[in-house]
Protein backbone atom coordinates (compact mmCIF):
# COMPACT_ATOMS: atom_id res chain seq x y z
CA UNK A 1 0.00 0.00 0.00
CA UNK A 2 0.98 3.88 -0.66
CA UNK A 3 0.23 6.77 0.74
CA UNK A 4 -1.18 9.07 -2.11
CA UNK A 5 -0.64 12.72 -3.25
CA UNK A 6 -3.99 14.27 -2.75
CA UNK A 7 -4.88 17.33 -5.58
CA UNK A 8 -5.74 20.47 -3.96
CA UNK A 9 -8.00 22.73 -5.07
CA UNK A 10 -8.42 24.58 -7.30
CA UNK A 11 -6.32 21.46 -9.23
CA UNK A 12 -8.10 21.49 -13.01
CA UNK A 13 -8.17 17.82 -12.23
CA UNK A 14 -10.45 18.18 -9.77
CA UNK A 15 -13.22 19.10 -12.39
CA UNK A 16 -12.83 16.26 -14.38
CA UNK A 17 -15.78 13.58 -14.62
CA UNK A 18 -14.54 10.02 -13.26
CA UNK A 19 -15.36 7.27 -15.83
CA UNK A 20 -17.31 4.17 -14.52
CA UNK A 21 -15.19 0.81 -13.43
CA UNK A 22 -15.67 -1.67 -15.90
CA UNK A 23 -14.40 -4.64 -14.26
CA UNK A 24 -13.52 -4.49 -10.18
CA UNK A 25 -9.83 -5.88 -10.58
CA UNK A 26 -5.98 -6.01 -8.71
CA UNK A 27 -5.81 -2.84 -10.07
CA UNK A 28 -8.97 -1.15 -8.24
CA UNK A 29 -8.91 -3.25 -5.14
CA UNK A 30 -4.97 -1.62 -4.82
CA UNK A 31 -6.53 1.62 -5.98
CA UNK A 32 -8.56 0.92 -2.97
CA UNK A 33 -6.23 0.09 -0.57
CA UNK A 34 -4.12 2.54 -1.27
CA UNK A 35 -6.68 5.63 -1.02
CA UNK A 36 -7.79 3.84 2.37
CA UNK A 37 -4.07 4.50 3.93
CA UNK A 38 -3.96 8.56 2.19
CA UNK A 39 -7.30 8.73 3.70
CA UNK A 40 -6.82 7.34 7.06
CA UNK A 41 -3.38 9.29 7.23
CA UNK A 42 -4.33 12.79 5.93
CA UNK A 43 -6.86 12.32 7.94
CA UNK A 44 -10.70 12.43 6.69
CA UNK A 45 -13.59 10.09 6.39
CA UNK A 46 -14.20 9.83 2.77
CA UNK A 47 -12.04 10.11 -0.28
CA UNK A 48 -12.53 10.12 -4.38
CA UNK A 49 -10.14 8.38 -6.80
CA UNK A 50 -10.52 11.61 -8.50
CA UNK A 51 -9.17 13.36 -5.65
CA UNK A 52 -5.67 11.10 -5.89
CA UNK A 53 -5.89 11.85 -10.01
CA UNK A 54 -7.52 8.59 -11.22
CA UNK A 55 -10.42 9.35 -12.90
CA UNK A 56 -12.31 6.25 -11.87
CA UNK A 57 -15.66 6.41 -10.08
CA UNK A 58 -15.01 5.18 -6.34
CA UNK A 59 -14.77 6.56 -3.33
CA UNK A 60 -14.40 5.26 0.04
CA UNK A 61 -15.87 5.86 3.29
CA UNK A 62 -15.44 5.44 6.82
CA UNK A 63 -17.43 7.48 9.46
CA UNK A 64 -16.38 5.15 12.54
CA UNK A 65 -14.80 6.83 15.51
CA UNK A 66 -12.27 3.41 15.63
CA UNK A 67 -11.63 3.72 11.48
CA UNK A 68 -12.96 0.28 11.31
CA UNK A 69 -15.76 0.85 9.00
CA UNK A 70 -14.26 1.54 5.58
CA UNK A 71 -16.97 1.04 3.48
CA UNK A 72 -16.10 1.06 -0.80
CA UNK A 73 -18.43 2.12 -3.46
CA UNK A 74 -17.48 1.85 -7.24
CA UNK A 75 -19.85 3.50 -9.94
CA UNK A 76 -22.15 4.94 -7.09
CA UNK A 77 -25.44 5.89 -8.11
CA UNK A 78 -27.63 7.69 -5.67
CA UNK A 79 -31.48 6.39 -6.72
CA UNK A 80 -33.66 7.86 -4.07
CA UNK A 81 -33.40 11.17 -2.02
CA UNK A 82 -35.05 11.69 1.02
CA UNK A 83 -35.24 15.72 2.96
CA UNK A 84 -32.63 18.33 3.79
CA UNK A 85 -29.68 18.73 6.43
CA UNK A 86 -26.97 21.44 6.88
CA UNK A 87 -23.87 20.36 8.01
CA UNK A 88 -20.19 21.86 8.10
CA UNK A 89 -17.94 20.43 5.40
CA UNK A 90 -14.61 20.13 4.97
CA UNK A 91 -12.53 18.35 2.15
CA UNK A 92 -9.12 16.95 1.88
CA UNK A 93 -8.77 18.86 -1.39
CA UNK A 94 -9.73 21.85 0.18
CA UNK A 95 -7.38 22.06 3.23
CA UNK A 96 -8.57 24.22 6.49
CA UNK A 97 -11.79 25.33 5.12
CA UNK A 98 -15.26 24.77 5.94
CA UNK A 99 -18.36 25.98 5.33
CA UNK A 100 -22.35 24.58 5.58
CA UNK A 101 -23.90 23.14 2.70
CA UNK A 102 -27.20 22.11 2.21
CA UNK A 103 -27.70 17.89 1.61
CA UNK A 104 -30.36 15.78 1.37
CA UNK A 105 -30.93 13.84 4.80
CA UNK A 106 -31.21 10.20 3.58
CA UNK A 107 -30.59 8.39 0.07
CA UNK A 108 -30.14 5.10 -0.87
CA UNK A 109 -27.12 4.27 -3.10
CA UNK A 110 -26.62 1.90 -5.60
CA UNK A 111 -22.87 0.36 -6.46
CA UNK A 112 -20.39 -2.24 -6.11
CA UNK A 113 -18.66 -3.67 -3.47
CA UNK A 114 -14.94 -4.51 -3.50
CA UNK A 115 -15.74 -7.67 -4.41
CA UNK A 116 -17.51 -6.57 -7.54
CA UNK A 117 -21.26 -7.54 -6.18
CA UNK A 118 -23.85 -5.28 -6.53
CA UNK A 119 -25.39 -3.55 -3.67
CA UNK A 120 -28.51 -0.68 -2.57
CA UNK A 121 -28.20 0.53 0.89
CA UNK A 122 -29.85 3.50 2.30
CA UNK A 123 -27.64 6.37 4.45
CA UNK A 124 -28.84 8.63 6.71
CA UNK A 125 -26.77 11.31 8.59
CA UNK A 126 -23.28 12.24 8.26
CA UNK A 127 -22.94 8.88 6.18
CA UNK A 128 -25.58 10.48 3.68
CA UNK A 129 -23.58 13.54 3.78
CA UNK A 130 -20.28 12.00 2.99
CA UNK A 131 -21.45 9.89 0.25
CA UNK A 132 -23.37 12.92 -1.90
CA UNK A 133 -19.68 14.78 -0.93
CA UNK A 134 -17.46 12.07 -2.81
CA UNK A 135 -19.76 11.31 -5.95
CA UNK A 136 -19.89 15.17 -6.27
CA UNK A 137 -15.72 14.65 -6.74
CA UNK A 138 -16.60 11.84 -9.49
CA UNK A 139 -19.14 14.59 -11.07
CA UNK A 140 -16.31 17.03 -11.12
CA UNK A 141 -17.85 19.06 -8.16
CA UNK A 142 -16.11 20.65 -5.24
CA UNK A 143 -18.12 21.74 -1.52
CA UNK A 144 -17.15 24.89 -2.63
CA UNK A 145 -19.00 24.89 -5.58
CA UNK A 146 -22.54 24.93 -3.73
CA UNK A 147 -21.37 28.28 -1.95
CA UNK A 148 -21.51 32.30 -3.26
CA UNK A 149 -19.39 33.31 -5.63
CA UNK A 150 -17.66 36.09 -2.93
CA UNK A 151 -17.14 33.07 -0.61
CA UNK A 152 -15.29 30.95 -3.23
CA UNK A 153 -12.92 33.74 -4.14
CA UNK A 154 -11.85 34.51 -0.78
CA UNK A 155 -11.47 30.46 -0.19
CA UNK A 156 -9.30 30.65 -3.19
CA UNK A 157 -7.22 33.66 -1.98
CA UNK A 158 -6.80 32.19 1.45
CA UNK A 159 -5.86 28.44 -0.34
CA UNK A 160 -2.85 30.22 -2.16
CA UNK A 161 -1.70 32.57 0.06
CA UNK A 162 -1.71 29.26 2.73
CA UNK A 163 0.57 27.82 -0.46
CA UNK A 164 2.70 30.51 -0.82
CA UNK A 165 3.40 30.34 3.08
CA UNK A 166 2.83 27.11 3.64
CA UNK A 167 1.55 27.48 7.02
CA UNK A 168 -1.51 25.89 7.66
CA UNK A 169 -4.47 27.83 9.47
CA UNK A 170 -6.76 27.11 12.29
CA UNK A 171 -9.25 25.01 11.82
CA UNK A 172 -13.01 24.46 12.91
CA UNK A 173 -13.53 22.13 15.75
CA UNK A 174 -16.81 20.65 14.98
CA UNK A 175 -16.75 20.58 11.49
CA UNK A 176 -15.85 17.25 9.21
CA UNK A 177 -13.74 16.38 6.66
CA UNK A 178 -14.68 14.13 3.47
Known amino acids: MAVL ?8 RLREIAEPVVRVDDGILALVDDMAET ?38 QIV ?4 NQEIEEGCLSVPEVFAPVQ ?7 RALNREGERFETRAEGLL ?16 VDYLSRLKQERI ?16 AQDAVTL
Open 5 to 12: DILVYPDP
Open 39 to 76: MYQAPGIGLAAIQVNVPQRVIIIDVSKDQSELRVFINP
Open 80 to 83: AREG
Open 103 to 109: RSESIVV
Open 128 to 143: SVCIQHEIDHLDGKVF
Open 156 to 171: LKRLQKQAKRAVPTAS
